[in-house]
């Protein structure tokens, strides 16, 4: 007897194969490492121990600062994989694996949606194929095996729900599904975007796509005139659209017409812009040309278009992508689906390819846009005319063909001392690359002296920024040898150092190894030297990375030895209103753990008058605060006995 298996099976047996051999190629790469912004957003995991309270939770979830919002749902998120900070990132990795398959299954029911509201006449395998395209796309290989991108992974689950809960509320109300069926579905569309707009903020751009979305369906013929829907339109789609639109014009007009920059990058809005062309130009290159390797995370030395002719690719690319999108406006009706993901791609990088000052280049900016080209590529395998064995064949082969690239470049992701080497040579001129290696290498065996060579070659492609060159004598302290005439140059060139997010760290990190005699590089007094240097800089002003330098300024005197100074900087300099109050708790502690007990006291007691004032803290850390307190008392209560 021969089985016999409908279209509609089929699909879903193929689709069904493709998830798991995706799982298979992924979890080669899951004994990664930690990376670049892991160690900023991932680290309060073990603030306060374990997470094994709720008030610990809550504390973790709503403290973030990874972006406007905090992203309190993505850190819900890392939360649930606590328990291997900061040694194993094998549970986060297979989270995102996870979560990618999941997207890719949404992917499906959107895709799906959209084509079949469209009229498409094989709407199922289209969606498939181009669910498929993006499961086993290796441009993503960047984002579901780098910790932190979780962010813009579960922006895209939320966001797909988000379309999933509009296509219900549409049909229920064109379509008179019911009054109740209507109202769930609108509420949905609240719900999962307020969720996607916690896990990351380029969540704001779904009134985009919703609008772009309802344009694809006038192009093939739709036109209803339910005025419930028309109104609700307005809700949903044209005033968030309009504010959207205002906010960025706004940033905008206030950066050309001021002529003002962002302080924290080396480039102007005018120049970030520019770049944007060619940057969005690789990474349409990227996708339809999958190299085996790339650079990883690293491009931190991207070349910035200084005018439209330097390079000439930036005007290139400015044509290309001007001719993109006039074209796919131009030929709207002809080609729908096609014009419809080519927007997708370009409405999708709308907030992060343009004024907003982030750095130029990264892979995961393209997770949620690159949908738009696998929308467009299943469109062209499945819809030009060929026999059907034919399809079948191009299907595979470009399936396979990804699936190849994207195990090899996962397997390099699992092996973090080969990475390392790897993204050095795909990006020679990264010093960030270089930092990475060194990392990697300074906790291998027999990798010190390959740890001070990268570093070494990061310092002089930084163009001897004084912060990468600490860096060096940071992770080489054992080894490292800073002469006096070296010290002299970085006293004198830290007031001048190009902002750098890690410096507060950085110095955090230092002073421990100094204390403890671990860093025969860096004396004491050079220490402070150093840092009364580094707290000099303009850059800094207005930033976390003063009090953090501060603090450590205020530590440092506490720790060798000037105790007297030390409390004085803590009791007279701070200003409690604006100082975080886990900060205070952790100067209190420091205090009381070195036999000032009454300054402790004064110091928390001061911290927690300012929020009997002015609440800015949660009740978990006020409580926890108000313990130290009375732990300090009984100290003080014992010796006076």
């Known amino acids: 007897m021969r089985l016999v298996l409908s279209p509609s099976r089929l699909t879903a047996f193929s689709t069904c194969g493709v998830l798991i051999v995706t799982a298979f190629a992924y979890f080669g790469g899951v004994h990664g490492t930690f990376l670049l912004d892991d160690y900023g957003t991932l680290p309060p995991l ?34 649930l994989n606590a328990q291997t900070w900061p040694v194993e990132p094998v549970g986060f990795l297979v989270t995102n694996i996870l979560v990618h398959l999941i997207n890719a299954t949404l992917l499906f029911a959107v895709v799906y949606r959209v084509s079949k509201l469209a009229g498409h006449a094989n709407a199922l395998v289209l969606s498939s194929v181009a669910a498929c395209i993006w499961m086993v796309h290796p441009m993503h290989v960047s984002t579901v095996l780098y910790v932190v991108q979780r962010m813009a992974m579960l922006e895209v689950t939320f966001n797909l729900l988000t379309l999933l809960a509009y296509f219900s509320f549409r049909s229920s109300i064109v379509g008179g599904g019911g009054v109740s069926r209507a109202v769930l579905g609108f509420m949905g569309v609240g719900f999962f975007a307020l969720l996607a707009v916690g896990s ?15 344009m694809l369906l006038r192009w093939t013929g739709e036109r209803i005139v339910n005025k419930p829907f028309l109104v609700t339109k307005w809700v949903i789609i044209y005033i968030p659209t ?36 060619r940057v969005v130009g690789d990474y349409l290159g990227m996708f339809f040309i999958p190299k085996l390797q790339t650079s990883g995370v690293f491009h931190d030395a991207y070349p910035i278009s200084k005018s439209l002719f330097s390079p000439v690719s930036t005007l290139i690319w400015l044509v290309a992508h001007s001719l993109l999108i006039v074209g796919a406006v131009i030929f709207r009706k002809r ?21 907003i000052q982030l750095e130029l280049k990264f892979e995961h900016r393209n997770y949620l846009p690159s949908i738009g080209l696998c929308v467009v590529l299943a469109w062209v395998v499945c819809c030009i ?17 990804l699936m190849v690239v994207l195990y090899l470049r996962a397997s390099l992701w699992g092996n973090p001392a080969i990475a390392a080497e790897v993204w050095v040579k795909e990006n020679p001129n990264s010093y960030r690359a270089l930092e990475h290696a060194a990392r990697i290498f300074s906790h291998s065996s027999n990798g010190e002296q390959r740890a001070r060579e990268y570093l070494q070659k990061a310092v002089h492609l930084s163009g001897n920024d004084p912060v990468v060159e600490l860096k060096l004598y940071n992770y080489m302290c054992t080894t490292a040898e800073l002469r006096p005439s070296d010290l002299e140059s970085l006293v004198e060139r830290f007031p001048k150092a190009p902002m750098n997010w890690q410096v507060g760290e950085l110095f955090g990190s230092l002073l421990h190894k100094v204390y403890a005699g671990e860093c025969s590089a860096v004396s004491e007094s050079a220490y402070i030297s150093l840092l009364q240097s580094a707290l000099k800089n303009r850059r800094y002003r207005s930033t976390r990375i003063r009090l953090q330098l501060w603090d450590s300024l205020a530590s440092a005197n506490l720790l060798f030895g000037e105790k007297d100074k030390a409390v004085f900087m803590f009791l007279n300099e701070l200003n409690y209103s604006r100082t975080p109050l886990g900060v205070i708790m952790k100067q209190a502690i420091l205090l009381a753990s070195h036999g000032e007990l009454v300054a402790a006291r004064t110091h928390l007691k001061r911290a927690l008058a300012a929020q009997n004032n002015k609440k800015t803290e949660s009740d978990y850390l006020i409580t926890q605060a108000e313990e130290i307190v009375l732990n300090i008392e009984r100290e003080l209560y014992d010796e006076n006995e």
């Not at 001021?258 to 809005?269: A, I, L, N, P, Y």
Request: glycine content about 8%.
């Open 242 to 277: 309009l504010v959207v639109t205002f906010y960025l014009g706004e940033k905008w007009l206030h950066y050309f017409v001021t002529g003002e920059s962002h302080q924290v990058r080396e480039f102007t809005v005018a120049e970030r812009q520019l770049t944007q062309f």
């Open 200 to 214: 990351k903020e380029t969540a704001i751009l779904i009134p985009l796509q919703l609008l772009l979305i309802e």
């Open 385 to 401: 005319p060929m026999r059907e064995q034919a399809r079948n064949v191009v299907i595979g082969a470009v399936l396979m063909l």
């Open 335 to 355: 080609f729908a689906v096609v014009c419809f993901g080519v927007l997708w791609f370009y409405i999708n990088h709308v907030l992060e390819s343009t004024v």
């Open 46 to 79: 073990g603030q306060w121990g374990e997470i094994d309270t709720y008030a610990k939770l809550k504390e973790y979830v709503l403290g973030g600062f990874a972006g406007p919002t905090g992203r309190p749902v993505a850190l819900f998120s890392f939360a």
